[in-house]
């Protein structure tokens, strides 16, 4: 069964706490601040990776606490990711984050997650999230690059040009939908 449903969330309106400062960790901030970097997110762990630091300077609104992870860090959270060595910690963070009702992440721990991150593919507006179901991170890392190679740049033109024509239809709703879907035949 496939049963994960994708959607595109905007983390700029949320707060999300990342759980673990090292390879992991720069892994997921990587991903998170990629793709917004303005997003707040605060990372919590007792040692935490240059990189991570050199990421924080880049990224005002992301704010670093060196301390071990307590419960009391979840407060105000909408999102966590989680991705320590010590799996008991990752355990409690998991079940806080469900006594909480919050979405949470234990990286590279399926059973525990309420949600995967992907692979993203990104030519300008357009945004692609690959997803194995888990099957196998490596072939959605490798199927990202297929795509990376094959999508055109001149796609953001593409797409610029349908807003400028989706703004200037006149008519209604399904008139408009005829009209963009006419109009969209040839990139079948
Ligand atoms: C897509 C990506 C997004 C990201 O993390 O940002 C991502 N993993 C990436 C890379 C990657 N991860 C791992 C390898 C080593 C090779 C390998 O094992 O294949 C590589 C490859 C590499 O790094 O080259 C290790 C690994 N990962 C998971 C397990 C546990 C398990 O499968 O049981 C293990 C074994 C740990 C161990 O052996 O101990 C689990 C998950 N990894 C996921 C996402 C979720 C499912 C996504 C999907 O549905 O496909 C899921 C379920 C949960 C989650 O972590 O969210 C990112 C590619 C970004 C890109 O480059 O585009
Ligand atoms: N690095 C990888 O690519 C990779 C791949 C597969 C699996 N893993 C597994 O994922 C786990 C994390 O890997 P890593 O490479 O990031 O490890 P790491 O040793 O680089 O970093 C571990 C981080 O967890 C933090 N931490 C430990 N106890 C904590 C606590 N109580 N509260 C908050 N933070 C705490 C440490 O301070 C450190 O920042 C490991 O168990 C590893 O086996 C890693």
Redesign the pocket.
Known sequence: MNT?FPIFVKIENLNTLVVGGGYVGL??L??LLSNAPDAPVTLVAPEIRDEIRELAQQHPNLTLIQERYQAEYLQGRDLV?V?TNDKAVNRQVQQDCKARQLLV???????L?D??????VKKGDLKVA????????????RF??VLEEILPDSLQETLDNLTAIRNQLKGDFVQKMEKLNEITKVLR
């Open positions: 994960l892994e997921k990587t991903a990711i991705g992440n234990v990286a590279d721990t399926p059973d997650c949600f995967y991150l992907s692979s993203v690959i997803s194995t179901n888990g099957k196998s991170p490596t072939f959605a890392k990202r690059e």
